[in-house]
């Protein structure tokens, strides 16, 4: 199904005997296809927010519109089969097979047996699962790992144009989680979902939004940016604050080696004359015949090397653990793609988004 | 109250071991036949009373699970019953439904309801709470969630309380005589003093009650699989 657009305009949400609202007046609007984070500390009302959209909590005041319907003309449930549900605790049905829980909601709308046995395997080889390994498992039998990806799988089933996903990653280690990021970023650019996506976490935030929304206390929107706007120009103190003391590292992150213009070395084969001309850099670079760094002329080590798909912040580190300022980049096949150098960095931040 | 005095009438032969009252394995042998009738009227007291009990503490407790206030009275009401003395419950029951299988599982079921109704309503509550939100969240309706997911999640904690029930019903049911419905109690009381009767009698009812208990944990194993994995 086509991604969807989704719309809050002036959502708001009083719970029964509270005079605080849990959501405040949010509007703003993610465009199809893209992934929107609701990012804040506990209790800004993130999760309320993203459980308004599939009406497990029921709205206030204001309006949530999907596609330009308000979700408040739907039947909840048919509603639901709609949009993909992710939990952060997963809430596989202990019971089923990882093939049932997966086929929930297909089953729900009445698919024949045979499509839906290929829809399973189908989604378990998109979250880099092995269907004949996992499909008659249940989830006991699953890592903590594995368990949310059958629960991303599940949410995936009837293709919805719209997922909702709530700390889907938060219960995993700090490996895993990197990992499973990764895949499901990887698995965006495939299948192009329009994404509301829950975290306290901004580092995760940055790296999974498009659009990134800053809640603070009293669920009120504090910002609604893209993850370079909200490092380069956060809107108050608050999200300032949230961001971290260290946003203009996070801003590395954002961006790859491969998007900065890199110094020209010039390039020597080993015994042969350094080139002349005009270069960024005076230190001539020694390159084997397929154009593979091997050392300075001068004689010091080419390290560290930076690959072109590198983040800078992560380049930046290797660099300062290696003592240089400057660093050849490599491309897939190894050879030099240019040079990486300190300043070229700091005149990246520099730079506005 | 013609009562355990009373012997077998035909108690064959004139061997020591009869006359003894002693365990004799010839007289058990030649005399099986008399258990066999007692032993099916409470194999259908049992069962009967355990499918009663369970039907009317199985809705109480759907009823309750989603009206919580229902849980107190329901509770107050079903220990009451339970601590009525049975052959008291027999006794009181007599002038109402007079002698038969009626009154006796009138009070038969009595008992069971408490065990049936806390395990049910247990079982269901036990269902983990994320379950029960991806569920909604995944667009089942409420009557979907109960049976495709609370109610086999609640298999276990269901069958545990039906393996209690159906052990003390084969237990109660040796009372049932009282109340006129036969069984295997009706039987014990025959002749007491007899080793050989009451140890067959009542060794019957063991083998019932191990039976109908191996028999359930079967049924338990064959449904859920995934309790297992």
Known sequence: MEAATLEFREATKVYPGSTEPAVDHLSLEVPAGQICVLVGPSGCGKTTAMRMVNRMIEITDGDIRLDGKSVTERRPAELRREIGYAIQQVGLFPHMTVAGNVATVPRLLGWDKRRITARVDELLELVSLDPAETRDRYPSQLSGGQRQRVGVARALAVDPPLMLMDEPFGAIDPINRERLQNEFLRLQQEIRKTVVFVTHDIDEAIKMGDRIAVMQKGGRLAQYATPAELLSNPANAFVEDFVGADRGLKRLSLERVRDVDLWRAPLVRDGEEPPTGEFDLDYPLVVDEAGRPVRWLSGSRAEPLIELDDVLRDALSEMLEQETQYAPVVDKQGAVAGVLSIEIIGATLAQEP | ?229
């Open chain 2, 1 to 229: 109250m013609i009562l355990a005095q009373v012997q077998i009438h035909n108690r064959a032969g004139d061997e020591s071991c009869v006359a003894d009252n002693g365990l004799c394995p010839d007289w058990i042998w030649d005399n099986f036949d008399r258990y066999v009738d007692p032993f099916w009227d409470h194999v259908y007291l049992t069962v009967v009373a355990v499918a009663i009990g369970f039907a009317i503490s199985f809705a109480l407790a759907l009823v309750a699970y989603r009206r919580r206030w229902l849980i107190g009275p329901i509770v107050n009401v079903t220990a009451i019953l339970y601590t009525v003395p049975s052959v008291a419950a027999f006794f009181l029951l007599l002038p109402v439904t007079g002698r038969g299988n009626t009154t006796a599982l009138i009070a038969l079921v009595s008992y069971t309801l408490l065990i049936l109704f806390r395990n049910t309503l247990a079982g269901l509550d036990n269902v983990p709470e994320e379950a029960k939100d991806a569920g909604r969240g995944m667009g089942l309706t409420s009557r979907q969630l109960l049976w495709r997911v609370e109610l086999p999640l609640a298999v276990p904690e269901i069958v545990a309380g039906l393996r209690v029930a159906a052990t003390t019903t084969v237990g109660l049911a040796t009372l049932a005589f009282f109340a006129g419905a036969g069984g295997l109690g009706e039987q014990i009381f025959a002749d007491i003093n007899f080793k050989s009767n009451v140890v067959t009698a009542g060794g019957l009812c063991v083998l019932l009650a191990v039976a109908l208990d191996i028999g359930l944990l079967l049924v338990q194993r064959a449904v859920t699989p995934w309790s297992r994995a």
